[in-house]
Nanobody, 118 residues
Framework: QVQLVESGGGLVQPGGSLRLSCAAS???????????MAWYRQAPGKQRDLVAS???????SYADSVKGRFTISRVNAKNTVYLQMNSLKPEDTAVYYC?????????WGQGTQVTVSS
């Protein structure tokens, strides 16, 4: 059974940085390589929105609100995807979720809380 586990969330001051990690288990690396991985976030009372994604070939895309501040990357040998978040703003406060997609299959992590506040 595929499981995605996020880590790295926490409380940070505005302008600070955090790096989120999402480790996949129950999946062979040769299969993980073909997954598109993505980060979503959901603030209280709002819908879950796509933040960034990275394809199996390494092509990345970002929401306009995080372009130039966030960087998504993956290390296939570790079955792990990362989200480096710099210049954090209070409006980045949300629960951040990892998602893995391969063809018609998709899996979600349980989420990690990121709070940006002074």
């Amino acid at each position: 059974q595929v499981q995605l586990v996020e880590s790295g969330g926490g409380l940070v001051q505005p302008g600070g940085s955090l790096r989120l990690s999402c480790a996949a288990s129950g999946i062979m690396t040769s299969s993980y390589n073909s997954y598109t991985m993505a980060w979503y976030r959901q603030a209280p009372g709002k819908q879950r929105d796509l933040v960034a994604s990275i394809t199996s070939g390494g092509t990345t895309s970002y929401a306009d609100s995080v372009k130039g501040r966030f960087t998504i990357s993956r290390v296939n040998a570790k079955n792990t995807v990362y989200l480096q978040m710099n210049s954090l703003k209070p409006e980045d406060t949300a629960v951040y979720y990892c998602k893995g997609t391969q063809s018609i299959l998709s899996y979600w992590g349980q989420g990690t809380q990121v709070t940006v506040s002074s």
